[in-house]
């Protein structure tokens, strides 16, 4: 079972930025993963994905985060990232890491907090 482990969530003023990273467990290499994202959910609100990665290298971005939002991963560390530049209030939400087909379960994501 893949375990997958957010961090580097905070608090930021608008504008600012923050990169949170997805660190997979050893039992699975995530080049073997054919699509990884990224999600969020905000208070009041369905879980929506950010932006997604194949092992392709080919990535897609919800409208409201295209050209502030960057993600990415580094197989050698089994890690995908999401860099998320030009923050506004209105990404503040818990950011979960998800494979579809792979991950069975969320986890606990990490919080995003967009406030001055």
């Known amino acids: 079972q893949v375990q997958l482990v957010e961090s580097g969530g905070g608090l930021v003023q608008p504008g600012g930025s923050l990169r949170l990273s997805c660190l997979a467990s050893?039992?699975?290499?995530?080049?073997?993963?054919?699509?990884m994202g990224w999600y969020r959910q905000a208070p009041g609100k369905q879980r929506e994905l950010v932006a997604s990665i194949t092992n392709f290298g080919t990535t897609h971005y919800v409208d409201s985060v295209l050209n502030r939002f960057a993600i990415s991963r580094d197989n050698a560390k089994n890690t995908v990232y999401l860099q998320m530049n030009s923050l506004k209030p209105e990404d503040t939400a818990v950011y979960y890491c998800?494979?579809?087909?792979?991950?069975?379960?969320w986890g606990q994501g990490t919080q995003v907090t967009v406030s001055s």
């Open positions: 050893r039992s699975i290499d995530i080049d073997s993963i054919s699509i």
């Open positions: 998800f494979a579809p087909g792979v991950s069975t379960s």
